[in-house]
């Protein structure tokens, strides 16, 4: 039989609840960025909480790079239709017009393009003033320094030194027209407690997180999965079958998948619990040069 | 931990090995703490060792580390730099300081830690005390071969005020003064005479060297003197308790919740106490009592809550509670005042200005709020209490605060939820400053309202005529005064019924104490604004013809009369020209230093964002301009 929350984890649920009721009472037009993965479904779980018996009182908003993984869509359509809340979907069409993609393009391009300028994008025409996003202080150096409450001026510039203090659990949510708030429920939560609590709240999660043998190429160290025709072969690569995992969900030609055996919650949290290796180890976006999250924040990525 | 054992000698699944590890996390505690102290006495260094000495850090991060701390300007040669697994920021690298708090977790077998990076340097003070806000415990660090200095005192003096009661004193550095126990005491003994009238309840003074190792997670070698506990020992056992839930109730409402028809309750956060469904419950400000029908969670309706759940309440009574009150139990009355005492930590560049509005949010409740009066500033050296009229960045002052609307609220030290806030600023929206309630105060309570039953519109009806205030701003020398002499002649001419308040005039009474300083400025206009509106309450046209250099004493103007009341009328002169007509001789005198704090010389003006009227006097004549002034009043319906 399972156990019930701890108290810590009862305290973290608690906390990021008051800050999502916070951001619904004091914002106009907020939204909850959705990007599929693990932390997303938890935000999600705790939306269906802050709110209850209502319903999150904003819509979901999934900005969709085109290069997701085909499970990661399906599991995203069927999560929102399971819990009867509003999924919105934007895509940067120019970019799709354009051919924007992370094989001929690069990560740093496609990533600018169809995440930041996308975002940009959905926020200029719902005229959205704040977003939930899913991003932890454990993930990365620069998001440790990340407030809860992450202000961002009319071009979605976010400037470190330029910060709002947040003393005990006072926000200042004040934006003038055209600026936004990014808020972040899950700062204080470690990769560790949101697998813990997904298994003890039995939150679905998408299938690519569970090992299963699936067609790979390794590519500088990465094992990139094959998950349609449009990832280019490159000379002497045969993709082959390996039993492999996801730790993190991002476009399917820049995150790389780790061989395990974990197939359940339990051994996933067994395997991180062992684990040496950083969350965002897979990620290629984050290795273009130090310091490119930061860059990447400071020009409005999330 | 025998728990564990066991089980996990009589299963192997994961499931069971995973369950025995919840059980035995159930058992370890949770410790918020900062480290603090003054720029390079190595508090990243300390926090990298913890979480390095820890077995924390990644292999993958370790190798980014390893590889950074080889640059140039690195100062640590073939060592591996651990600050560089806490600084973030490129900034910070650059700088070599840290700039922003940071947030750690780690855990070791007895806790679970949630470490605040907090920077030492003056400048980031601000972002010291935000750190503080949120940790139950305080590492304080001091250079070895510094000792105590100013910054040490200020984030002592902030620890305590921010209601810590816990520290530990790490003396750094002990390798670079060859582990001297007699320095390490002369320090230790330094601080402690200081920190005294703090009233710390305890200080655990440890002997490290956060770069060698010495005394962060293992005893040192170097120091056979030294019999205390290690840093990561003491962190691990200090009791620090934080649980409210024995003090008296109290719940902020955040969220009205109402899906449909059939269901009416409201959301919040516990802050104090506990409560059941069929107690009896007071929301104020109201004062309406009612009895809580059931405590609606998503997992269920809960028999109890209590400090820190976040819930949803809904009362057997029909009663309208909206955010922004707070309910508590009838035993235990919060103060319901709109004037309050508070100690005020100042964050901004821009200094704390007596009578300048802000925004202050406290819990879920926002209003307008003044500083009435600033009662004495805290010297953070010595602790003595200093006569001043404003508070600079990094300052601590105990003020007198007045609110637009009564606020709920209690002594910080009763319950740093209900009693603290923040201020900010109306126009940059920046926090401005952090405050702590000392207590609500009686004249509030005191001094009531009269109601008077002749109203503005029944003295405005008689004249016949719609009372507003023109408030004309621009430089000294733009020409307020001389367009305002024309308006009023032709109002008065027409019959209208009207008042001229007018800047040099009224310095020579209402406002004769005071001088040219921001504070006194801000002042001046507060004064002559609430004359306005009394004018304004009088029924008549009101022109007021002063530079008023600052947007927000404006705004403030403008928000103390009523909708379409105020039209703000910008004299727009450019400085040359003022200069060249200086029709007092004062641009003359300022440009001689012979007068300080001149508008546009040595003070600054903040031009009108969005003013009702732009004059330009550079081409037309002031009778042409107040005959503009005149078609506007016509348009608005005024005359």
Redesign the interface.
């Known amino acids: 039989m399972k156990q019930v929350l701890s108290s810590y984890l009862r305290q973290l649920e608690a906390e990021s609840i008051y800050i999502m009721r916070e951001v619904a009472a004091e914002f106009r037009n907020p939204v909850m960025l959705y990007s599929i993965g693990k932390d997303s479904a938890v935000l999600l779980h705790l939306a269906m909480k802050a709110f209850y018996p209502g319903k999150p009182p904003f819509p979901l908003l999934h900005v969709d790079t085109t290069w997701k993984f085909k499970e990661m869509i399906a599991f995203r359509d069927a999560e929102a239709k399971r819990l009867g809340v509003d999924l919105m979907v934007h895509i940067n069409e120019e970019g799709v017009r354009n051919g924007i993609s992370p094989i001929t393009h690069g990560s740093a391009l496609h990533t600018d393009i169809m995440k930041t300028e996308a975002l940009k994008q959905a926020f200029a025409k719902y005229g959205f003033d704040a977003a939930f996003g899913g991003a932890r202080r454990d993930e990365e150096k620069s998001r440790a320094k990340e407030r809860i409450y992450s202000f961002r001026n009319a071009s979605h510039n976010w400037d470190p030194k330029r910060q709002r203090p947040e003393l005990w659990h006072l926000a200042n949510t004040k934006v003038n027209p055209g600026e936004s708030m990014r808020v972040f429920p899950l700062s204080n939560w470690t990769e560790l407690d949101v697998w813990t609590y997904i298994y003890l709240e039995d939150i679905p999660v998408v299938p690519l997180y569970f090992a299963k043998e699936r067609p790979v190429v390794e590519r500088d160290g990465t094992l990139i999965m094959v998950d349609d025709d449009r990832l280019p072969l490159e000379e002497g690569e045969t993709p082959q079958m390996r039993k492999v995992r996801f730790r993190t969900l991002g476009c399917y030609p820049l995150t790389g998948a780790i061989e395990s055996e974990a197939t359940t919650l339990p051994e996933i949290i067994e395997e991180l619990v062992a684990s040496r290796h950083s969350e965002r180890q897979g990620r290629v976006i984050d290795h273009d040069q130090v310091g490119s999250m930061e860059k990447k924040k400071q020009e409005g990525y999330f | 931990m025998a728990r564990l054992s066991v089980v996990g000698d009589t299963n192997d699944?994961?499931?069971d090995?995973?369950?025995a590890?919840?059980?035995a996390?159930?058992d370890r505690g949770?410790l918020r703490f900062l480290t603090c102290g003054s720029v390079d006495d190595g508090k990243s260094t300390l926090i990298g060792r913890l979480l390095y000495d820890s077995q924390l850090v990644?292999?993958?991060?370790l190798k980014?580390v390893q590889k950074?701390s080889k640059r140039p300007n690195s100062t640590m040669g073939a060592e591996i730099d651990l600050s560089l697994?806490?600084?973030?920021?490129?900034?910070e690298?650059e700088q070599g300081i840290t700039?922003?708090?940071?947030?750690?977790?780690f855990a070791t077998p007895r806790r679970?830690f949630?470490v605040a990076d907090t920077p030492g340097h003056v400048q980031y003070t601000?972002?010291m005390?935000?750190g503080a806000?949120?940790c139950d415990f305080g590492v304080l660090l001091i250079d070895a071969r510094q000792g105590v200095l100013t910054q040490t005192r200020r984030h002592a003096c902030i620890l305590s005020l921010l209601g810590i009661k816990k520290v530990a004193l790490a003396v750094n550095k002990m390798d670079l003064i060859d582990f001297d126990q007699e320095r390490f005491q002369a320090i230790v003994d330094d601080f402690t005479a200081f920190a005294e009238p703090l009233g710390f309840e305890s200080i655990e003074a440890i002997p490290v060297s956060a770069l060698k190792g010495d005394n962060v997670t293992a005893p040192s070698a170097h120091m056979h003197w030294y019999h205390g506990p290690t840093l990561l020992g003491h962190l691990e056992t200090v009791e620090v308790s934080r649980s409210r839930d024995k003090d008296p109730f109290r719940f902020p409402v955040?969220?009205v919740?109402?899906?449909h028809l059939d269901?009416r309750g409201v959301?919040?956060?516990v802050a104090g106490g506990r409560i059941a469904p069929g107690d009896e419950v007071v929301i104020h400000p109201s004062g309406k009592r009612v009895h809580v029908a059931r405590i609606?969670?998503?997992?269920g309706d809960l028999d109890v809550a209590q400090e820190?759940?976040?819930v949803?309440l809904t009362f057997a009574e029909e009663v309208d509670a909206s955010?922004g009150d707070v309910i508590t139990t009838p035993d235990s009355e919060p103060s319901v005042a709109d004037q309050l005492a508070s100690k005020i930590i100042w964050?901004d560049e821009e200094a704390m200005l007596p009578g300048r509005n802000y925004?202050i949010?406290?819990?879920?409740q926002s209003a307008t709020a003044t500083v009435s009066s600033l009662k004495y500033k805290l010297n953070v050296d010595n602790l003595d209490h200093v006569a001043g009229k404003t508070l600079e960045m990094n300052e601590v002052g105990l003020c007198n605060l007045s609110m637009t609307k009564p606020l709920v609220f209690d002594p910080y030290g009763d319950n740093?939820?209900t009693g603290?806030?923040?201020l900010?600023d109306r126009f940059t929206?920046?926090?401005v400053a952090?405050g702590m309630v000392e207590f609500g105060l009686r004249r509030a309570t005191n001094v009531k309202w009269q109601e008077l039953s002749v109203d503005k519109s029944s003295r405005a009806g008689l004249k016949g005529q719609k009372p507003c205030v023109l408030w004309f701003t621009g430089l000294s020398g733009s020409g307020k005064s001389t367009i305002a002499n024309a308006l009023e002649k032709r109002l008065h001419a027409l019959g209208r019924h009207t008042y001229m308040l007018d800047g040099d005039n009224i310095r020579h009474g209402l406002n004769k104490d005071l001088g040219f300083t921001d504070a006194d400025r801000v002042e001046n206009i507060r004064r002559v604004a609430e004359a306005a509106r009394l004018f304004v309450d009088a029924g008549l046209i009101v022109m007021v013809s002063f530079i008023s250099p600052f947007r927000s004493e404006r705004r403030m103007a403008r928000d103390l009369v009523g909708e379409g009341e105020f039209i703000e009328i910008y004299v727009d002169t450019p400085l040359e020209v003022c200069e060249a007509r200086d029709p007092k001789g004062l641009y003359r005198k300022a440009r001689a230093g012979l007068i300080k704090n001149f508008t546009g010389i040595d003070s600054s003006y903040e031009r009108p964002e969005s003013p009702e009227l732009d004059l330009n006097t550079s081409e037309l004549t002031p009778e042409v301009l107040a005959e503009r002034v005149l078609e506007e009043l016509r348009r608005r319906d005024v005359v």
Request: net charge negative; charged share 25%; with cysteine.
């Open positions: 699944s994961a499931s090995r995973l369950a590890r919840l059980v996390e159930e949770l990644f292999e993958d991060q980014n950074e697994l806490v600084d973030g920021l490129q900034a690298r700039i922003d708090v940071a947030y750690r977790y679970k949630i601000r972002n005390a935000t806000s949120n955040q969220w919740n109402r899906p269901f959301s919040g956060t609606v969670t998503a997992d820190g759940d976040a949803t955010r964050f925004t949010r406290c819990g879920t740093p939820e603290s806030f923040i900010i929206n920046a926090t952090a």
